[in-house]
């Protein structure tokens, strides 16, 4: 306003030199209480704007006299609010390193500073008092949160964790409903109340929270589904020890949806085709595992496709197999199959070229187990015995660990589903809770004669780079044959030298199966 002020005033002024310096000066009078000026116009003009540019400056210059003390109490205001805003961000960082006095001693003067921030004052005064340990002082901060409408979602997850510190879930679970109930995309109220129902082993609860979480958009498809398909095998697991046909039936429906929702969920598909053939759907149970070895190939779905048939004879097993592995035949468990349905049908020279195709891997003790039968097969027990001893000191497979030492498949506690759950639902990948516990499993390494035999030496490691596994329904030890068209465990006699080891027959042991009495 003054820069324009002054600008006019000498635009104003330049145009009237202009005038006088043209010879055009004019005349001007002022007659006034008896006083009579005279003087040319173009003075007359300039003395009017002098006038009126002082009486501008006078008049300002008044305004801001009367002025100065609202502009002083906004200055104080600001600095004020400058100071307010300072101390909270250095109270939330204060709360972030953990120092909980400092906090609190920093909403203690935000309080008074940031009176225009009430809402981010409590919030910082309650974290403070979580920070210090004080759960008192912080439940107190978060019930006073509740009074405000916008304020209230924040103040329930402080009272729920504040609730859970102090080792009260019960009321922690009542905070995290009423949450879930006020806003529809608090993800974290979900969360809480998902992890309760899965501690609980609630499955039908929990299910019922995936859809809801589906629906409100708190989670992609795509961990709806994988949910729901660990939830569904979990719901089966639980009903397939029951001897009522309803509930078997129920136990397989869950199993089959689990399985056609994900078919790389190996649990679900395993425990689908179980039931199925208890049924006697074979054929079914079949084509699901085929689906599923296309997807992801995992040894508890072959070990359940080896187990449809017990009325067939090694080869035909073994070509059946072979088949299997076909639908995937890069897969490495594809590959590995090939060496067991080799040996299956008592071919131990095929086993030995399709073990020399595998890729070069870190030794296990399955992949030791393997190469052993193989060298064993081949007539070469001393190399077999060695890789029995290389096998006793290295890792177990995850994969190989989701066998029990009966033989059956994915026999999870209810924690272990819980968490198997959680973790498929988030990443598409499959814990291995029996590895993480060192659990016994399904016999990895094969019983051979003590006695020693001479053979040809151990040079078959650095042939085939150490990638083999074994199988514990057959090790394929000598000709394959067995009574009932069972592949017999062999049991061979110590040797000496000149005729090949004899084997005992026997039935084995059906793997992916329901538990049976230890042989």
């Known amino acids: 306003m003054i820069r324009a002020t002054l600008v006019f005033f000498v635009v104003a002024a330049i145009a009237v030199a202009v005038v006088a310096l043209t010879g055009e000066p004019g005349a001007a009078s002022l007659d006034w209480m ?42 104080r205001a600001d600095a004020k609010r400058k100071q307010g805003v300072e101390a909270l961000s250095r109270g939330f960082l204060a709360v972030a390193a953990g120092d909980g006095s400092e906090a609190r ?20 005064a309650a974290q403070a008092a979580e920070a210090a340990g004080d759960h008192v ?30 080792g009260d879930r019960a009321l922690a679970l009542r905070h995290a409903e009423t949450a879930y109930g006020l806003a529809k995309t608090a993800r974290w109220a979900w969360r809480a109340l998902l ?25 992609p498809p795509l961990v709806a589904e994988r949910a729901r398909a660990a939830l569904l095998a979990a719901s089966a697991a639980g009903l397939e020890e029951s001897d009522d046909p309803k509930v078997l039936a129920q136990a397989l429906d869950f199993a089959t949806q689990a399985a056609k929702l994900k078919p790389d969920f190996a ?21 699901l595992i085929e689906h599923a070895w296309k997807q992801a190939p995992h ?102 660990s989701d066998l029990d030492p009966e033989g059956r498949a994915f026999a999870y506690a209810r924690d272990d589903w819980a968490r198997l759950t959680v973790s498929y639902a988030e990443t598409g990948e499959l814990i ?3 590895f993480e516990r060192r659990e016994r499993t399904m016999s990895e390494l094969p019983e051979l004669p ?34 009932g068209g069972f592949d017999p465990a062999p049991s061979p006699e110590p040797e000496t030298s000149g005729p090949a080891p004899r084997r005992k027959t026997g039935s084995r042991r059906r793997l992916a199966s329901g538990p049976r009495a230890a042989k």
């Open 105 to 124: 001693r920093l909403a203690q003067k935000a309080s008074e500073l940031a009176e225009d921030a009430p809402a981010l004052v409590r919030v910082l």
């Open 299 to 400: 040894p508890a779905l072959w070990l359940a496709y080896r187990d449809l048939k017990t009325s067939e004879t090694p080869k035909l097993r073994a070509t059946r197999l072979a088949a299997l592995a076909n639908l995937k035949p890069e897969a490495r468990e594809s590959r590995l199959l090939k060496v067991e349905s080799a040996l299956i049908g008592g071919d131990p020279i095929a086993a030995r070229a399709a073990a020399r195709l595998l890729p070069e891997e870190a030794l296990t003790a399955r992949i030791a187990g393997l190469m052993a039968r193989v060298a064993y097969a081949c007539g070469e027990a001393d190399e077999a015995r060695a890789w029995v001893a290389r096998g006793a000191a290295v890792p177990q497979e995850p994969d190989w």
């Open 450 to 483: 003590s006695a020693y035999a001479e053979s040809t030496p151990f040079v078959r490691a650095a042939e085939t780079g150490g990638a083999l596994m074994p199988i514990p329904d057959d090790p394929g030890i000598g000709p394959a044959g067995g009574a």
């Open 137 to 166: 002082a912080a439940r107190q901060a978060y019930n006073a949160m509740l009074g405000f409408p916008e304020m209230r979602l924040a103040g329930l997850r402080g009272l729920m964790q504040t609730a859970l510190a102090e």
């Open 267 to 287: 649990p679900g598909v395993v425990m689908a085709a179980r039931l199925q053939a208890a049924e006697g759907k074979a054929a079914k149970a079949g084509a």
């Open 195 to 219: 992890e309760a129902r899965l501690e609980a082993g609630d499955w039908k609860a929990a299910l019922a929270l995936v859809q809801g979480a589906l629906e409100r958009k708190i989670v």
């Open 34 to 75: 008896g006083w009579r000026v005279e003087m040319t116009a173009a003075a007359a003009a300039l003395l009017t704007l002098f006038t009126a540019l002082v009486a501008t400056i006078l008049w300002r210059g008044l305004l801001w006299v009367v002025g100065a003390p609202q502009r002083a109490a906004r200055a």
């Open 432 to 434: 291995h809770p029996r």
